[in-house]
């Protein structure tokens, strides 16, 4: 898999999504199914969107004892999903089970990348609440060593991270980088943010990329002009 653009399929149901998929015809972009549309619909919105031909990254961001995590990635592995995801923070003790526990009997596995740390948490959170009290940018760094340690095949980052990632962990290990945003559109909440075609230049893999092109007039044309800035 190259470089690619991911749509965050933020829908609440079945019904938007694939209505909202239909939009793009014959073409087949990487979707990612989230925790909202997830638990509405369960395993049947993707299986759906699979049997239609289409590249599902499933964020789930899994996190609990390795045995458990193992068991869930087996049933994530057999709904043919193309990349899934977990949190560092559990160890490597449990992303080594969650690669277990991924790959199918006939030894392939979808790809498996790590949250290192949310973008929504600060110096501040980490410090105060999770009594972290090293640099932030050293804890995603020190995260994404411990997944490639383990295994995992990259991690999910902010696209500020993503050039240090790969200094630290090699240009082979996937940056997948959220926070991506025209030049001449608008934030929302997003607070770091990158354009398609800055991304592109520090070397981001993958872009997940959500409302610039589910909540666009013509979310086509959006999709269109990212992939023209990002890949081409
Ligand atoms: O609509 P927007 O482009 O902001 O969507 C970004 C997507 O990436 C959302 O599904 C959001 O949950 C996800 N995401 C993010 N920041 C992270 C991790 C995931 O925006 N650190």
């Known amino acids: 898999m190259g470089k690619d653009v991911i749509i965050a399929c933020d829908f609440p149901s079945a019904e938007e999504t694939l209505a909202f998929l239909d939009r793009f015809e014959g ?4 979707v990612k199914i989230g925790m909202e549309l997830f ?4 395993p049947e919105i993707v299986r759906a969107i ?8 499933l964020d789930l961001k899994l996190h609990d004892i390795p045995n458990t995590v193992k068991k869930a990635m087996a049933v994530l592995s057999r709904l043919d999903v193309d990349l899934c995801n977990l949190h560092a923070a559990g160890t490597a003790e449990m992303m080594r089970a969650a690669l277990e526990g ?3 009997p006939d030894g392939t596995r979808p790809l498996l990348i ?3 740390q949310l973008t929504s948490t600060d ?9 972290i009290e090293q640099p932030i940018d050293e804890v995603v760094l020190a995260y994404a060593e411990n997944a490639k340690r383990a295994g995992l ?7 500020l991270e993503a050039e240090k990632v790969h200094a630290r962990c090699g240009a082979g290990f996937l940056t997948v980088t959220p926070g991506v945003r025209f030049a001449d559109g608008d934030r929302g909440d997003q607070k770091r943010v990158m354009t398609p075609a800055q991304a592109k230049a520090i070397g981001s893999d993958y872009i997940v990329i959500g409302r610039p ?7 086509v044309a959006a999709y269109e002009r990212c992939c023209a800035e990002f890949i081409d």
Not at 50 to 57: D, E, P, V
Not at 213 to 219: H, L, M, Q, S, V
């Open 102 to 104: 991924l790959t199918r």
């Open 27 to 30: 073409k087949k972009p990487f």
């Open 114 to 116: 790590a949250v290192t």
């Open 153 to 159: 095949d990259g991690v999910v980052c902010s696209p």
């Open 123 to 131: 110096q501040e959170a980490l410090e105060r609440e999770l009594l």
């Open 50 to 57: 699979k049997a239609r031909g289409y590249r599902i990254f």
């Open 39 to 42: 638990y509405a619909e369960g």
């Open 213 to 219: 092109i589910t909540a666009a007039a013509d979310p």
